[in-house]
Structures are given as C-alpha cells and as structure tokens.
C-alpha cells in the first residue's frame, strides 16, 4: 500500500464570522483547497466532513455543488477533524478512491461546551461537584501533573506566551496580539493554577484538505505532501481523562502516546525524526503533558525545554507554529484539521513570516478531544 499525498489546503479565518455561517464558512475553506490542488469542485470523488455546532457537513453540497459524490458525516468531539482526516486516508490507501476530499468547520455560541452529564454515561453529581467544567477539569488534571513532575507555574506562563507570539504572526488566528509574560502571569486566575490567557475560546473556523493516491498526485503537483502515518486511538483502562469520574490507584494509558506509538510504526520513523509538531493545547498544561505523552521527552524535561526555548519557531522542536488553540480558538471539527494545514504551509516553505527556519522535512500533528480520544498524523516531503 503506498502513502496519500495532500495536494491542497484551504482554510477560513478563525476567530468570529457573525455575517457567515459555518457551512458558509466550511464552503469557503473548500473552494480554497480546490484552487490551491487545481481541481474542480466534479473532480472530487468522495468526502468526509464534520462540525459539532456549524451544521451538517454533507449539506454544502448545495452550495458547491450537486454531483451526486459520496459525503459522510464524521462526529468525534476535538478529534473529529482527525478522524475525518483518518477515513479519507483509509479509502485512499485501500485503493477505492484516488481524490477526495476532508472538511472540518464550526460555529461555537459564545459560552459553548456545556455539558449533560448524562451524555457521557456520567451520574449527574459529576456535574453537580464542578467537574463537567472542563476549565477545572484540566486545572485538577495539570496539578497532579505539575506535583508529581517538578512543573512550575513558569512553563504555564512561557507555553502562553509563544502561543500569542506565533498568533501575531499568522493573518487567520482570532488572537493576533503577543502578550508579555507579565500579561499572562497576572491574568485572572480561572482554575487553579490555570489563569485567562492560558486557556482558548469556543470560536469559529474551517479548514479543507484534498487528499490523492500518488499517480494522481504526480499529475497534480511536483511538491506533495504525503502522509506517512495516521492513527486514532482511545484511551486504555485506568487512564485520567476529561469526563473521567474516577481516578485509578495504578496510573492507566491514555490515548495519545498510544495513538503516537501506532502513528510512528506506521511511519517507519521515532520522535526524535520530528521537525515540527503541532500538539493539542486546549489549555497551556494540555502542551506541556502532551510533549511527553507523544514521545517527545520525558515527564518533568518540559521545564528545561520551554526556558530554553526549544519548541520556539527558531528551536529545536518548534510546536504550535501557528498559535495553536490558545490563539486560534477551537472550532471543534476544524481544530484538528489546522494543525495539517499549518504543518502542510511550513513543509511548503509558505508561512510567510512564522516560517520555521531550518530545513523541514517531517511534521507531526496531535489532537486531543473528550472523554479520552487522540488523533496523530506525521507529514514529510
């Protein structure tokens, strides 16, 4: 079986789009990747699409066109774009198809991801305590994690600040303002030891890929980038996780270094042949375990790396190049599909001016959603 090339990228602006409406939004972010691959919207041989709160993805096509192809919805929390992204290199791979297409787009009211207890199979006295918060949820999770690790506040305050730093950066983040390490250590504190701007926002936002075989591919492009990995797991017994209603005595796996390990051995390549990598960072601690958990470096190394500067655009891993969620918000069926159309601009060469600016030749995406799944794609030229 050989890999699957992307061929064209798309993205809409995140951030707030009152005068358009998800699937308005997922359109646009279409039409994008077919220009950007040099195809027409009748090329496109099948696709998969998701949003939590933007609309049905399936429906665009009375916006861009009734051609009869195979669309399918994709529903899976802040990993759904990486799921969507999974089948469509499944169906690709397999030989079914040879271009199709992956959507991920969304519109987030103000004061999104409330939760019922019950939906997650929780009792309501989850709820009721506080813990279907995920702002305290996360906030409870990097306390032990900061306690058993040697992680202090400064590594929450330094992870923030590159965030807002490459946001500034880049023309399709909501927040594009750097703020000082100052700013962030004095923000408001939310959830102990997790304060305003180290959190992101419900937001909108849509991101398109095209996806070929590689005889398609050559007759498209002379500088695809092919996927070389992409896995999705679920967390294993014991693991603490986001709707978790218990914590086990002996510590569990979670879904990200299983995902990770399942993603390098399909690649044929480890952690230390990264690039690049854009990891979930719902909340500043969600990077800092979450460099560990896929393998990066060790439990309590991430200390040394973020004052040394090592995931900083000039580092020797630089992560979240693009501000990642803490300055692009979380549409939920997007955010995923950002990390590779971020990854897929710097193997490009094209980031303007957050370019990395070392030679790349690998990337590495992760995305992280409720209760307990992980997406993890690995890009090279």
Known sequence: MSDVAIVGIGIHPFGRTPDRTGLEQGAFAVRQALADAGIEWGDVQFAYGGSQDGGNADTMVEELGLTGLQFINV????????????????????????????????????????????????????????????????????????ALHGITDDALIRVAEKAFANGALNPNAWRRRALSYEEIAQSTMISDPLRQYM????????????????????QLTRHPVWLKGATMRTRGAGSFEVFSPSLSVEDGEGASPIAARAAFAMAGIGPEDIDIAQLQDTESGAEIMHMAENGFCRDGEQEKWLREGWTRLDGRLPVNT????????????????????????????????????????????????????????????
């Open 322 to 381: 693009d501000g990642g969620c803490l300055a692009n918000g979380e549409p939920i069926g997007a955010s995923g599909l950002r990390q590779v159309y971020e990854t897929v601009l710097q193997l490009r060469g094209d980031a303007g001016a957050r370019q990395v600016p070392k030679p790349l030749r690998t990337g590495y995406t992760h995305v992280y959603g409720a209760p307990g799944v992980s997406a993890v794609t690995i890009l090279a030229r």
């Open 75 to 146: 529903a899976n929390g802040c990993a759904t774009g990486g799921s969507a992204l999974i089948s469509a290199y499944g169906a690709i791979r397999s030989g079914q198809y040879d271009l199709g297409l992956v959507v991920g787009f969304d519109k987030h009211e103000q004061g999104s991801f409330r939760v019922r207890p019950a939906d997650w199979g929780l009792p309501e006295w989850y709820g009721e305590v506080g813990f279907a918060l995920t702002t305290q949820f996360f906030a409870m999770k990097i306390q032990r994690y900061m």
């Open 199 to 218: 959190f992101c926002s419900p937001g909108e936002g849509a991101v398109a890929l095209i996806l070929t075989s590689p005889k398609r591919a050559a």
